[in-house]
């Protein structure tokens, strides 16, 4: 038996060394046992520490009730985001009273236009009782709709694509893809709205493969674009906000690398934008004739640089707003026009308007 319980029923988890050695190194797990979680000793222990949670912890469930019944009385249930207008549609998200998550919904040409719903997550939850949308993006007709959900929280998704003229679902659908938590990325649409790009994750869940698939065929015979071999790296898929470039943020610790392709529904062959040099972070947008990059090198707060679309590495750079001792630049939006600065100054936030060259 693994587990036992004193005379104060507190569950105590036993300890069963077990020796791991890695990178030249042993040391002792006395918990690994615990990993296996459908071992039935170990759903055992574990329901004996949630039966011990409930009894020491009973006399509290009215509290609980009462204040959980405090914070939704303090949520406003039938909520939405604002609306994010993209081609001809305001995009934006919804929730009803009584409904977990959230509805995904558009009007096309104003907000006084008739509502579509393109998916209800709500509907989608599996026997978990769970679900989180990874990626989702309409193509540049917004005729289809890719997303992808996680269903476990294991943060594994499972890519669909669903036609917005018939509502249907296409045949082809792909697993192990990545869909972040906190923006829904991992896919991005080919400016012919025929194909698309798509990310997959390594054996240790990490987002490190780019693939290409065009539509009507079999996802096993998608293109491999790209493969990060390097595991301190993380592998972002986005693209511009001009939509002329899909591109991959590669991020370590304290180092960047940028990958790019232009969207032209033909090119599929990513290049290098500058490469990785450790200790540099820099980030990159395109706009008109130029891309824009905010890098970390020889400025701690960062510094605004630009340079033109065929000579894109750092030798290549010119300064457009020079490093401040006294303000940090977090981010950025660049139009044709002008671009936009997120900095932060004596701790307060700030947007800076510039107009471009």
């Known amino acids: 038996m693994l587990w036992r ?8 988890a036993p300890k069963q060394p077990k020796e791991i050695t890695q990178h030249g190194q042993t040391r002792i797990d006395n918990y690994f046992w615990m990993r296996y979680k459908e071992d039935p000793e170990v759903l055992k222990y574990l329901h004996a520490e949630q039966d011990y949670l409930e009894e020491v912890t009973g006399h509290t469930k009215p509290l609980q009730e009462t204040l959980v019944k405090e914070m939704k009385g303090r949520i406003k249930e039938d909520d939405s985001s604002a609306p994010e207008k993209d081609g001809e549609y305001f995009y934006y998200t919804r929730y009803e009273p ?43 007709d917004a005729s289809l709709l890719a997303y992808s959900i996680d269903a476990d929280g294991s943060e594994v998704c ?17 697993t192990n893809t990545f869909g972040s938590v906190y923006v829904h990325n991992g896919v991005e649409w080919a400016s012919d709205g025929k194909s698309f790009f798509y990310v997959t994750l390594n054996p240790m869940k990490q987002p490190y493969r780019i693939h290409h698939h065009i539509l009507g065929t079999d996802p096993a015979e998608d293109k491999l674009l790209y493969e990060e071999k390097d595991d301190t ?18 991020r370590s610790t304290t180092t ?5 392709l232009p969207n032209d529904g033909v090119t599929d062959d990513f290049k290098i934008f500058q490469p990785r040099t450790k200790g540099i972070e820099y980030q990159v947008e395109h706009a008109g004739d130029r891309f824009y990059v905010i890098t970390n090198e020889n400025a701690q707060n960062f510094k605004l640089m630009q340079t033109s679309l065929k000579k894109t590495t750092k030798d290549n750079w010119q300064e457009v707003i020079p490093h401040r001792a006294d303000t940090l630049i977090e981010g950025m939006d660049a139009f044709d026009s ?9 701790g307060f936030k ?8």
């Open 5 to 12: 319980k004193p005379m104060s029923s507190v569950p105590i």
């Open 98 to 140: 009584g409904k977990q998550y959230p509805f995904y919904c558009r009007k096309k040409g104003t907000l006084d236009s008739p509502e579509e719903l393109l998916l209800d997550q709500n509907k989608l939850t599996g026997e978990k009782n769970f679900c989180r949308i990874g990626a989702f993006a309409v193509s540049p």
């Open 158 to 174: 499972t890519l669909h694509i669903k036609n917005l003229v018939t509502g249907e679902l296409l045949p082809e659908t792909f």
């Open 233 to 250: 790296f993380f592998l972002w898929l986005t693209q511009s906000r001009s939509k002329a470039y899909v591109m991959a943020y590669l």
């Open 256 to 260: 960047d690398e940028w990958i790019y």
């Open 338 to 346: 002008f671009f936009v600065l997120y900095e932060r100054k004596g």
């Open 350 to 357: 700030q947007i800076r308007l510039s107009a471009a060259d």
